[in-house]
């Protein structure tokens, strides 16, 4: 009993603070399963992607409604994390836990950093303004993929880097947002709010795709599961909701140093010292 | 933006009204279910460390029936896996409603390259 209602409210503070700090759930519960509950590292992976696709589902719908998700693009990219996630769901039954730790403490490394940019609204946009010379036949493509006010571009690149984010999400248990908002927003030029939006969007497709792999070969334990998704899924609605009451900047500080300290643990264990 | 631009945008606006109400009750229903997993897994005394029923298709009515924790568990995972699949399928008669060829085809390949992987997945089991 007393293990499921820990179990549960750590899902709630996963989903509390990944929704205030804009990181999605993976990233928190998996270092939570691993290092609070003694779980397998790729059986905390499998449950992870079924919380990330859970969080993402009534996010995504709120975004779709407000017209701000972009239903075309999406699917074109989706076609894409799904090819990686198929790749990296595969790879993740083959290759060492350890291989996974190191990777997960190298992406923990990174989000800290970021953590502590200052976050700049004014990033330099992807290439130059609506208008040029076009290729029709592709042009007409491109349109039907832009919005109403913006214009995608580098098509190509988005869609290698969408490959990228979806072996990153089936390998690591992340819904990948890490990877596709950039690859959005600052390679394919599309607004940030956009980007977001669009990427929750995909979140369910990419996670999904090495989800059902992880449930075939075993990999997703129904027991530990259950409480981590009712937690999560309840914590980010309570966090979506108390976003814009919270000053995030001292919770930012605060998280750096908490995925630091998670991340030196990781490198233990890829490391072989438990 | 021509004329043909503008009525497709304006299908695309049912569609994503579709697939938001599709997302949404996708995802509640799931969690209905995986939350009364757990009510019958504290009631049992289960705990998320115990060894849980590996997932047999064929044993999953049965054990609704008899209120096992772990088929209510089982069909609310397979809910959550399977409603992303069925946002794209919808988005599929969406978009050859609207006429889109391009956009169908791409919809179709994604769901092709979950079919493959299940298919895979299941081989290497």
Known sequence: MSIAVLMLAGGVAAGIFGSLLGLGGGLLIVPLLTFGFDLPLREAIGVSLVCVIVTSGASAAVFLERRVANLRLGMVLELFTAVGALLGGLLAFLVDERVLAGLFAALLVYVAVSLLRPRSSALPAAGDETGGSRKPGRASFVDQLSGPDYRIHRLGPGLAGSIVAGIASALLGIGGGLVKVPVLHLVMGVPLRVATATSNLMIGITASTSAWIYLIRGGIDPYATGPTAVGVFVGATIGSRIAHRIDLRALRVLFTVVLLYTALQMVRRAAGVQ | ?125
């Not at chain 2, 946002?87 to 092709?112: E, I, N, P, Q």
């Not at chain 2, 493959?116 to 089991?125: D, N, Q, S, V, Y």
């Open chain 2, 1 to 125: 933006m021509g004329p043909g631009q503008d009525a497709k945008t304006a299908q695309t606006a049912g569609l994503e009204g579709s697939v938001a109400r599709l997302l949404r009750l996708g995802t509640y229903v799931a969690v209905a279910f995986i939350a009364s997993g757990v009510i019958l897994m504290l009631a049992s005394g289960r705990s998320p460390l115990d060894v849980a029923p590996s997932f047999d298709p064929s044993r999953l009515v049965d054990d609704l029936i008899a209120l096992q924790p772990s088929g209510y568990l089982w069909l609310g995972l397979l809910v959550v896996l399977a409603t992303p699949a069925a946002r794209v399928a919808v988005s599929v008669v969406g978009f050859v409603r609207a006429g889109d060829r391009r956009m169908a085809t791409v919809a179709v390949l994604v769901l092709l390259v979950i079919a493959l992987g299940i298919l895979l997945g299941t081989a290497g089991a």
